[in-house]
């Protein structure tokens, strides 16, 4: 297994341009999801997705959209970057979204975007 | 609301010097579960430990240690003889729980902790 990947590793973007973050899974993981890490705030929810088809909002997603149209990929859209989505990104999946589950949550190894 | 806090936002220790992180929780769920990550310098996260809120038995791995107190909402994280390789980020989460039964995770800002030769 490859565990999950995120594409690419960094990036650098101008103000106004969009793109889109990969995140692939190879452990048939029910749920994914997206974090930010900003320096002194931890890392924080953005979106996440409990199967295919199925998208929620997490604490912090303005500016980000979600799809999951496919049970190993969980790709997150910037439509208009802004120099305040400047952050490493985090995807994550476990195998289970249940309250009994205790699957362990597997993190990606980020990526870091520069927005200018 | 569910919130983690890691007062300790820096920690320097000396090589083999015991080291304590903190974690205190606020949560109104009856069950919930509680986290640790560690990073290290290369950014990716390392799962540490999950414990369920109904199991207060104190956890040893190791060199690592977990006491879990319901009766204060903490669950500290002790390293013992701490090594080099123990300097990373540390990070407490809580998991919150949805309507519908998904759970998320609440992240505290952290405790870098460095260990000096």
């Known amino acids: 297994n490859a565990g999950v990947t995120q594409t690419p590793k960094f990036q650098v973007l101008k103000t106004g341009q969009s793109m889109t973050l990969q995140c692939a899974q190879d452990m048939n993981h029910e749920y994914m999801s997206w974090y930010r890490q900003d320096p002194g705030m931890g890392l924080r929810l953005i979106h996440y997705?409990?199967?295919?088809?199925?998208?929620d909002q997490g604490e912090v997603p303005n500016g980000y959209n979600v799809s999951r149209s496919t049970t190993e990929d969980f790709p997150l859209r910037l439509l208009s970057a802004a120099p305040s989505q400047t952050s490493v990104y985090f995807c994550?999946?476990?195998?289970?979204?249940?309250?009994?589950?205790?699957?362990?949550?597997?993190f990606g190894p980020g990526t870091r975007l520069t927005v200018l | 609301a569910q919130k983690v806090t890691q007062a300790q936002t820096e920690i320097s220790v000396v090589e083999k010097e015991d080291v304590t992180l903190d974690c205190v929780y606020e949560t109104r769920d009856t069950t919930y579960y509680l986290f640790w990550y560690k990073q290290p310098p290369s950014g990716e996260l390392v799962f540490l430990i999950r414990?369920?809120?109904?199991?207060?038995q104190n956890e040893i791995s190791g060199r690592y240690s977990w006491n879990f107190q319901k009766s204060t909402s903490s669950f500290n994280f002790t390293i013992t003889a701490s090594q080099v390789v123990d300097s990373a980020v540390y990070f407490c989460?809580?998991?919150?729980?949805?309507?519908?039964?998904?759970?998320?995770?609440?992240f505290g800002k952290g405790t870098k902790l460095t260990v000096n030769p």
């Open positions: 989460a809580l998991s919150e729980y949805e309507e519908g039964g998904s759970e998320k995770l609440v």
């Open positions: 994550a999946s476990r195998l289970s979204f249940t309250i009994a589950s205790t699957d362990t949550q597997y």
């Open positions: 414990r369920n809120s109904f199991d207060e």
């Open positions: 997705s409990v199967g295919a088809g199925i998208t």
